[in-house]
């Protein structure tokens, strides 16, 4: 019998019918493909000894290092802004205006604590901390007790919420009485990109007084957040919102909040409402992209404006002949989307086009200039740059780059990503908002994570390797993500919508908002965190390949597996079957188990079209496929 070698290009090709892509691989989970082969990719570990969890969903990370050699990372979630240091976190959100005034009832023998101040203005699941408290004697509360951070668990009316103390009350209680000033965590937005429901989000008179509306063209944006470091300051911006720093180099640094008025730093003259910020690394200016033209005027926010600040100087904003602070506005889209430094310049992508801002020096400051149109980017975070490229994807379906001039990159797998048809699942265009793209420069590829249809969360990832030039598709759902660089592996944030956070200690957390793990990736074989270790279940799956143009049947003895390595086992299945989408006769052998003194596995089966699938699922398994040898001969034509 002739010796049948079977060869596959790199990549996934999922554009075409399975049985019309012979000599290509068609789906698969969990791979990579390095020197054209196909292999597992890396694993993932739960990063911090303690195992803690962060609340809300991770939506942007950034690493630094302090001038004293200090390594850190910032994660912003929809709840708040953490740093990880040292294998453990810290908190570092930023306070909203505090409520001062408020009185404190308690009884005897619970712990539920009821703070009074009339018109709060807060409610339920929002995070406070209580300062200056007051103690009055007929409870046996000690203010430092209650001096620590809540989850509001009730708001009986505008006058009054409840939190859950540390104890229960052992002393007669309080009934309005004693102090305490309330300070809130600063909001930052929902877990979810949604469509806006209930009253008042449709059109007038589109449904019944007092009716909820079934459905609306109101957007209600996820909290986000844009990361940024000027030197050993962190620059932190909640979208559509407010701008604080954190300086590494503060004495007792990691028991600081960020906020507007760091020593030094301050942001107490920023805009108050910007889509987003980043700092010019070369020429050291803070942009605010989508910003108010009039600071301090938040219904002045345009969301095609831009401001930039004074050089070296994050405070000023007020245009002068001795400074280079100063405004211009993007004419070409509706919305500024995301913006990344280059080489040496800032690349903005709006809704419809992209523009190079480069810095020119005094009296103009900036050049400004149009390089693309018909190529808007689909989100904040949905684009990365690396290698002196800036890749990203489309809100139009598709993926452009820009390397001096932007171009749509060809792209195997778009359909799959993009549209959803028989079955397949494709993005969900209402929640593009949460899309997170980040580069893997280890393995010179480019992550997007993204939600499919019918999802609210990221539970997909498509991933371009730029030296390889291929595409694959994964179940990896990262809600953001950082390349190696600070660290020596990515770091990343995976949500769970139904877990509790860990850290910070708030008293009386739910699981209202989810909880995030972080993870270093490319670390071993498997999953670990606090739960374990568990594998990753990798597989690659072939289109289906014949001989002679499927005009004759074939017999089939044996295969010869070859991998380059082989860690543990693999196990392979072929999957046979007489005509194309022919499902009724289609069938498999195995899957068979593959060790590395396997040479042969033998097989007797008769079918005109082929495919294979090369899989693992225990622990500690990997691998990378080479070539597919199969011992097999035609066998007549029926």
Not at 52 to 74: D, I, M
Not at 115 to 133: D, E, M
Not at 245 to 269: D, E, P, V
């Amino acid at each position: 019998m002739a010796l049948k070698k079977v060869d596959f290009a790199a990549g996934f090709n999922k554009q075409g019918v399975p049985s019309a892509l012979p000599g290509k691989w068609v789906d698969g989970d969990f791979v990579r493909f390095r020197y054209t082969a196909p292999e597992k990719i890396g694993g993932w570990s739960q990063l911090t000894a303690a195992s803690k969890t962060l609340p809300g969903a991770g939506r942007a990370q950034v690493a630094f290092t302090s001038l004293v050699g200090e390594k850190y990372a910032a994660i912003g979630t929809s709840q708040g802004l953490f740093l990880y240091y040292g294998n453990d976190f810290y908190d570092i959100s930023p306070l909203d205006t505090a409520i001062t005034g408020c009185t404190l009832t308690t009884v005897n023998g619970s712990n539920v604590l009821q703070i009074n101040k009339g018109s709060h203005g807060l409610a339920v699941g929002r995070y406070v901390t209580l300062s200056s408290v007051t103690v009055t004697g007929a409870s046996d509360y000690t203010a430092a007790e209650l001096e620590v951070a809540y989850e509001i668990l009730t708001v009986p009316d505008i006058d009054k919420f409840t939190v859950q103390a540390v104890r229960n009350e052992g002393g007669s209680g309080m009934t309005a009485a004693g102090a305490a000033t309330v300070n809130p965590y600063v909001e930052i937005g929902p877990t979810i990109q949604t469509v806006g429901y209930g009253w008042g989000t449709s059109t007038w008179g589109a449904s019944t007084w007092g009716t909820e509306r079934a459905t609306s063209d109101v957007t209600l944006d996820p909290g986000n957040w844009s990361l940024d470091n000027f030197g050993e300051v962190l620059v932190a911006t909640i979208f559509n919102g407010e701008t604080f720093t954190w300086n590494a180099g503060a004495t007792n640094a990691r028991t600081i909040r960020a906020s507007k008025t760091t020593s030094n730093f301050q942001t107490t003259n920023n805009p108050t409402k910007s889509r987003f910020t980043l700092v010019s690394d070369r020429d050291r200016h803070l942009f605010h992209f989508g910003t108010e033209t009039t600071i301090g005027t938040p219904a002045t926010q345009d969301p095609m404006f831009v401001r930039f600040s004074n050089q070296e100087d994050l405070n000023t904003y007020t245009p002068t002949a001795t400074n280079t602070a100063g405004t211009f506005r993007l004419d070409t889209g509706n919305e500024i989307r995301t913006a990344l430094q280059g080489k040496d310049y800032v690349f903005v992508l709006t809704d419809n086009a992209a523009y190079v801002i480069q810095f020119v020096g005094p009296p103009f400051t900036f050049s400004v200039r149009q390089v693309g149109t018909n190529c808007g980017c689909i989100g904040q975070h949905a684009a990365s740059y690396v290698n002196g490229a800036i890749y990203w994807m489309s809100n139009e379906g598709g993926f452009f780059m820009y390397d001096g001039t932007v171009k749509a990159l060809p792209c195997l797998v778009e359909d799959f990503v993009f549209t959803t048809q028989n079955g397949d699942l494709g993005l969900n265009f209402n929640s593009a908002d949460v899309i997170f793209s980040s580069p893997n420069s280890l393995y010179t590829e480019v992550n997007w994570f993204y939600p499919k249809d019918g999802s609210d969360q990221i539970d997909r990832c498509v991933t371009y390797n730029y030296q390889e030039n291929v595409w694959t598709t994964s179940s990896l759902d990262r809600t953001s993500y950082q390349d190696q660089g600070v660290f020596n592996k990515p770091y990343a944030t995976d949500y769970g919508s139904t877990d509790t956070p860990v850290f910070p200690a708030i008293l009386g957390i739910t699981n209202k908002y989810g909880a995030s793990i972080y993870y270093a990736h490319e670390v071993g074989n498997d999953q670990v965190n606090s739960t374990g270790t568990t594998s990753i279940n990798a597989f690659i799956r072939s289109g289906d390949f014949d001989i002679d143009d499927g005009e004759f049947f074939m017999s089939m003895k044996r295969f010869m597996p070859d991998y380059k390595f082989l860690v543990g086992n693999s196990k392979v299945t072929l999957f046979i079957s007489d005509f194309p989408s022919d499902t009724q006769a289609s069938s498999s052998l195995g899957p068979f188990t593959i060790t590395k003194t396997t040479d042969k596995v033998d097989t007797r089966a008769r079918a005109r079209l082929l495919s294979i699938k090369i899989e693992c699922d225990a622990v500690g398994e990997t691998w990378r496929y080479g070539s597919f040898r199969l011992d097999a001969q035609p066998d007549g034509r029926r």
